[in-house]
């Protein structure tokens, strides 16, 4: 199980910084999809992971997404 999350884990920066290399013309479409794509589906795996292995991916997309809006705005 803890295999899988640090995967998880590590594919987040690689979702939060595509979204980011958008162009700047573009921040309606950024913002929209950090929305729709960086937080919704880590929601699904909270459901069947331990509390512990949920948190560290929680934790991780919170802490990938903040540094993406903040880089965007």
Known sequence: MSAA???RVGEQ?????AIAALPPAVLRTQLLLLFLCAGPST???LWALPLEAGAQQAGAVDHEA????LRLL
């Open 43 to 45: 929601n699904y795996w």
């Open 66 to 69: 903040v540094a993406v809006l």
């Open 13 to 17: 920066p690689r979702l939060t910084d």
């Open 5 to 7: 999350v640090d995967a």
